[in-house]
């Protein structure tokens, strides 16, 4: 089990940005992915990212205001960013991030993500 440590968010106003960093020790490269529940909601999928870095699905309700990043300088140890910007009230959530399976599931279990609050 790999413990993710997610970290970045807080209250911000409509327009405001953040970044949220992702840290896991995973050992080898792996891809990644960012997702967030909102209150009442099931959990999304926001951003996936390969592990050479390459972002392969951004959602569209955040696509042109959220990009997604990872640092490759040490593949033991994974960090992945997500950049956020011209933040709506909808985005308002708990942001994870996680290792994407083909099946649709999740590598591991969930680590206890990051609260983002968009609130004038």
């Known amino acids: 089990q790999v413990q993710l440590v997610e970290s970045g968010g807080g209250l911000v106003q409509p327009g405001g940005s953040l970044t949220l960093s992702c840290a896991a020790y995973?050992?080898?490269?792996?891809?990644m992915a960012w997702y967030r529940q909102a209150p009442g909601k099931q959990r999304e999928l926001v951003a996936q990212?390969?592990?050479?870095?390459?972002?392969?699905?951004?959602?569209n309700s955040v696509k042109g205001r959220f990009t997604a990043s990872r640092d490759k300088r040490d593949s033991a140890k994974t960090m992945i960013y997500l950049n956020m910007n011209n933040l709506k009230l909808e985005d308002t959530a708990v942001y994870y991030c996680?290792?994407?399976?083909?099946?649709?599931?999740?590598?591991?279990?969930w680590g206890p993500g990051t609260q983002v609050t968009v609130s004038s």
């Open positions: 990212i390969t592990s050479g870095g390459t972002v392969t699905y951004i959602a």
């Open positions: 996680n290792s994407p399976q083909t099946d649709g599931t999740t590598r591991w279990d």
């Open positions: 995973t050992g080898i490269p792996v891809p």
